[in-house]
């Protein structure tokens, strides 16, 4: 079987931006844990030319509670990673993907309690 690479344009690549290794493994673990809880049900991933979305749903027919997204573009101005609350305010932006999601760390706190 031979691999197919997405174009656009005559003859041009398409560069998707996705989550490496590391940033799943982070991203992952947070919704192991809010799945744990009781939180979290489901997830889903889509990963364009900016940017890289993974969302996580209460039931799989709803619109997302969270988008964690990543857009590289932005790397040198606010940060490539923030978390988007359903109502689109950005809960949270900046450099570091493990501090970004500290803001969901904390609304775990919350249920647990």
């Known amino acids: 079987m ?11 690549p398409v560069d998707q931006v996705v989550f490496n290794r590391t940033e799943l493994g982070a991203i992952m673990g947070l919704y192991g844990r809010m799945v744990a809880a009781g939180e979290w049900r489901d997830y889903g991933m889509s990963f364009l030319n900016e940017v890289a979305v993974f969302s996580v749903f209460r039931r799989t027919a709803e619109h997302p509670l969270y988008r964690i997204e ?18 689109g305010r950005i809960l949270k932006r900046g450099a570091d993907l493990r501090a970004v999601l500290r803001v969901l760390e904390r609304k775990l706190i919350r249920a647990v309690d």
């Open 70 to 87: 990543k857009r590289p573009k932005l790397r040198n101005r606010q940060g490539q990673y923030a978390v988007i609350g359903m109502d």
């Open 2 to 12: 031979q691999h197919m690479t997405p174009r656009s344009g005559p003859g041009k």
